[in-house]
């Protein structure tokens, strides 16, 4: 799997800026593979060094962005009515109309940051839009709150990527750096659903 996607971000990288977007947006479109892994694999082979990492930053962040607005707008399509119930999963089933209409309130009151935070974290940060469109939350602020969360998860591991591939050590053993990346950020991802579901399931009913 590793070795596939080397292949593929290597193509990408020939395509400069672009490549790199494209990437990011079709990530977010088509989330199959860990945001914050290929990510890390593009720092890896697609940035030329740490004066190329600012343009890869924009250039990813440009694309995740996009891949939002696609979200949102399927949103809107969806409506409100059906949008506020996309709020509703997970631990949330669990609580009572009223807090959940609580919820839905209080994101539209804080949207900017609930949005911008919520491109740091794994898997709300690509549905996340879906809501915000449904819910009508005003496209610029919704855009400029993406942007600027993107900016951040995406430099963290862009940087991460640059670093490992000019470590001496990490160096020599590419592939194998590679996997053991993808395999630690899978393994971070079994054990926070493990956590959200056993909190779930010790909440009342």
């Not at 395509?15 to 079709?26: D, Q, R, V, Y």
């Not at 697609?46 to 995740?64: F, I, K, N, R």
């Not at 630690?184 to 056993?198: D, K, M």
Request: charged share 15%; hydrophobic share 55%.
């Amino acid at each position: 799997m590793s070795g596939l996607l080397s292949t593929v971000i290597a193509l990408f990288a020939t395509m400069g800026p672009l490549g790199l977007a494209s990437c990011a947006l079709i990530e977010k479109l088509i989330p199959i593979v860990p945001s914050s892994g290929l990510l890390i694999m593009l720092g890896r082979f697609a940035v030329a060094d740490a004066a190329a990492l600012p343009g890869a930053v924009v250039a990813t962040t440009v694309g995740s962005t996009l891949g939002s607005l696609a979200w949102y707008g399927l949103g809107r399509w969806v409506g409100a009515e059906r949008g506020a119930r996309l709020l509703t999963f997970g631990s949330l089933r669990s609580l009572g109309h009223e807090r959940r209409e609580r919820l839905h309130r209080a994101y539209l009151r804080r949207r900017f940051w609930i949005t911008f935070l919520s491109q740091t974290m794994p898997v709300v940060r690509v549905y996340i839009a879906v809501p915000a469109g449904a819910l009508a939350v005003p496209l610029t602020g919704f855009v400029v709150a993406t942007f600027a969360g993107a900016v951040v998860w995406n430099t963290v591991f862009l940087a991460t990527g640059v670093i490992l591939r000019n470590n001496p050590v990490a160096g020599g053993h590419g592939d194998i750096v590679t996997t053991i990346v993808v395999a630690l950020l899978a393994a971070e991802a079994i054990i926070a659903g493990g956590i959200r579901l056993l909190r779930r399931r010790r909440e009342p009913v």
